[in-house]
């Protein structure tokens, strides 16, 4: 069974520090994603990478970067946390399945970010 | 701009209802739309999924309806039972990006007892 493993699951932080959100997979997927969710917004990607050091924008990236040095590991960085970027933040991997596929994503169980 | 237009954004149903979630989408080079499952405290899980070269799907309880010409699909969910209670989202992949996954907004379910 996939497991997707996120190293906190509740994070306070302040304004203006830089935060770190940790993801872990254990399957060997070739693509991890961060997506944040909010009431009403649903599920937004952040940034999504498809190899070691590989990384693309998703839909909100602005505020964050992320960092893939190892392939079961993948990283979302707050370099200044603001209060409108308390949300869960959900990381998510997925097999490379070929042209034309796309295998299940594998959540983890998400990280509740407050940021005051 | 939402591409995939999810309804409704919530759902209340008695046990043994059958409750239907709709998507709607624009789209035409889409070739994939699957349903996950979130419960509370939980990220989503993949539910079903199917393309648009077949009209139905079923996998137990669990059934996706796809209109091609409407630009159409949606879950029915037969029997509802109290551990359907959840978030349902319906997604799409368009044939250009396979890494990629358009998402509806969420309906949330409760079943009642």
């Known amino acids: 069974d996939v497991k997707v493993t996120q190293s906190s699951r509740y994070l306070v932080k302040r304004t203006g520090e830089k935060v770190f959100l940790e993801c872990v997979q254990d399957?060997?997927?070739?693509?991890m994603f961060w997506y944040r969710q909010d009431p009403g917004l649903g599920l937004r990607l952040i940034y999504f990478s498809y190899d070691v050091k590989m990384k693309e924008k998703g839909d909100i990236p602005e505020g964050y970067s992320v960092s893939r040095e190892k392939k079961e590991r993948f990283s979302l960085i707050l370099e200044s946390a603001s209060t409108n970027q308390t949300s869960m933040y959900l990381c998510?991997?997925?097999?490379?399945?070929?042209?034309?596929?796309?295998?299940?994503?594998?959540f983890g169980n998400g990280t509740r970010l407050t940021v005051t | 701009q939402q591409q995939v237009k999810q309804s409704p954004q919530s759902l209340i149903v008695q046990k043994g209802g059958i409750p239907i979630i709709n998507c709607a989408y624009e789209n035409t080079a889409f070739d994939y739309f699957p349903w996950y499952q979130q419960f509370p405290g939980k990220g989503p899980a993949l539910l079903i999924a199917?393309?648009?070269d077949v009209s139905e799907k079923k996998e137990g309880r669990f059934t996706i309806s796809f209109n091609k010409s409407a630009k159409q699909f949606s879950l029915h969910i037969m029997d509802s039972q109290p551990g359907d209670s959840a978030t349902y989202f319906c997604?799409?992949?368009?044939?250009?990006?396979?890494?990629?996954?358009?998402w509806g907004l969420g309906t949330s379910l409760a079943v009642n007892p």
């Open positions: 997604a799409a992949k368009n044939a250009g990006n396979n890494r990629k996954l358009i």
């Open positions: 998510a991997s997925s097999l490379w399945a070929g042209q034309g596929a796309l295998s299940p994503l594998h």
């Open positions: 199917i393309r648009p």
């Open positions: 399957m060997d997927h070739e693509n």
